[in-house]
């Protein structure tokens, strides 16, 4: 069928055909297809679209606005594409994990009692730590340390340490063994000058003196004396003050001096309170042993030290390892004469020079009265034998003569 051509009216061209009233709408008909046809040709129009212009026009042509633009087809395809929305897209789980969101856990009843457990054990560390500094400040460690410094010349180092290791062990209330402390030093360099000012500081923070005993083996244990009498003496005495010092929850001080005077006998009876089977009342306590054995070997060593950097001797900057040696040597002396030393901490007390001998003098003449005249101590000091090393002088018997002459003026 051409459609280019005007085809002869088939519906008008039947004989017998109906009526013009039919005629006209059938003709108007077979106008609009052949019309659809040409259109389809012209591929304006898609196949099967019926004759409706406006549902006939492309799916492009819709989208475009339908007023005149002066916007050629390059200008409109260039224009921002409509956003396409994006499909979600199927997530594909492992069979293993969880395929819904966790629901809100209720909290269990372990995790409140962990967590009042962690509240309790936090407070019991914090109350712990406040005792430790209780139980520090009770004894006034500072105000000794300071009493000392002032009251002892030339033994820096021994003051040091004394404070050491009496700061770490009065830190806690509860022990495991009594803490010894053993002063060694040659004659009159203030082994019971210190050991006095400790019995005094302790009674005085102790506010009790039953919880100091001082022992002095010259005078507690003279030569005559059997030694299983003092034996059992120094025993029932130190046995009372510890039960007392437990009763009052404190911490006992227990100086013996002359200690190279006492007879084995005692000596064993003291490592015996040491023992850590004893019962638990003697574990705490202080025991300061004075003694004058290894006097010798420490005024060596000091004669021999003379020409270094002094040490122990200038406040702190002392040499350590030589103290260490020292300490060692005097061990080594000292467990060989009875094994108690073995369980000591062992401070060495050395000579006295010519300057602390001069305040020495001083410090006596003020306390007995005397205007503590510099001229006059170093007078009364020069009297006095002296070690002469290296250029430098050391008091053969330190303080000791010094209360004796300064009685004389
Ligand atoms: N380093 C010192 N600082 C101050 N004073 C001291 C010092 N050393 C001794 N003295 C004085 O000398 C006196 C005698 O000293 P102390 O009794 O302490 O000597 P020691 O080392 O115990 O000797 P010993 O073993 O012979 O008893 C003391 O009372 C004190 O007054």
């Known amino acids: 069928m051409d459609h280019g051509q005007p085809s002869p009216d088939p519906v008008a061209a039947a ?14 008909v077979v106008r609009l297809r052949r019309r659809v046809c040409l259109l389809r040709k012209r591929r304006l129009l898609p196949p099967g679209v019926g004759p409706d212009f406006r549902a006939l026009a492309p799916r492009a042509d819709r989208d475009q606005p339908q007023v005149f633009t002066f916007d050629g087809p390059a200008e409109l395809s260039s224009r921002t594409p409509r956003k396409r ?3 979600s897209r199927v997530v594909l789980y492992p069979e293993t994990s969880r395929k819904y969101r966790p629901r809100v856990e209720q909290r269990s009843r372990a995790q409140h009692c962990l ?15 406040e005792n430790l500094d209780d139980n520090a400040q009770r004894y006034d460690l500072d105000g000794l340390e300071k009493a000392l410094q002032r009251a002892v010349f030339g033994q820096p180092a021994a003051i040091g340490h004394i404070m050491a290791l009496l700061r770490d062990y009065l830190a806690t209330h509860v022990h495991s063994r009594p ?5 060694h030093g040659p004659s009159g360099v203030g082994k019971s000058h210190v050991g006095r000012l400790l019995a005094r500081h302790f009674r005085a923070v102790l506010e009790d003196g039953a919880l100091v005993l001082h022992y002095d083996a010259r005078h507690h244990c003279p030569e005559p004396r059997a030694a299983q009498d003092c034996r059992e003496e120094l025993a029932r005495r130190v ?3 510890v039960a007392q010092a437990e009763e009052d929850e404190k911490t006992p001080l227990l ?8 007879p084995p006998a005692l000596l064993d009876e003291l490592q015996g309170f040491l023992q850590p089977q004893r019962s638990h009342h003697f574990r705490n306590a202080i025991y300061v042993l004075l003694s004058g054995a290894g006097g010798e070997e420490i005024t060596r060593f000091v004669l021999q030290n003379a020409s270094r950097a002094l040490p122990l001797r200038l406040d702190g900057a002392h040499d350590a390892r030589a103290e260490e040696e020292l300490r060692a040597g005097l061990r080594a002396l000292l467990v060989r004469e009875h094994p108690l030393w073995q369980a000591a ?9 010519k300057r602390d001998v001069v305040n020495c003098f001083r410090e006596e003449m003020a306390g007995e009265g005397f205007f503590p ?9 020069a009297q006095l034998n002296y070690y002469h090393v290296a250029g430098r002088e050391f008091a053969v018997t330190g303080c000791k003569q010094v209360v004796a002459r300064v009685n004389l003026l």
């Open 179 to 183: 803490l010894l402390l053993a002063l």
């Open 85 to 87: 929305r994006r499909r």
């Open 345 to 353: 901490a062992i401070v060495p007390f050395l000579l006295l020079d």
């Open 15 to 28: 004989p017998g055909a109906p009526g013009p009233s039919v005629i006209a709408p059938l003709r108007a």
């Open 255 to 262: 100086v013996l001096d002359e200690v190279e005077l006492l």
């Open 373 to 381: 005249d510099q001229a006059r101590a170093e007078l009364l000091a």
């Open 115 to 129: 967590l009042l457990l962690v509240a309790i054990v936090g407070f019991q560390v914090l109350n712990a730590i």
């Open 239 to 241: 046995a009372n003050v």
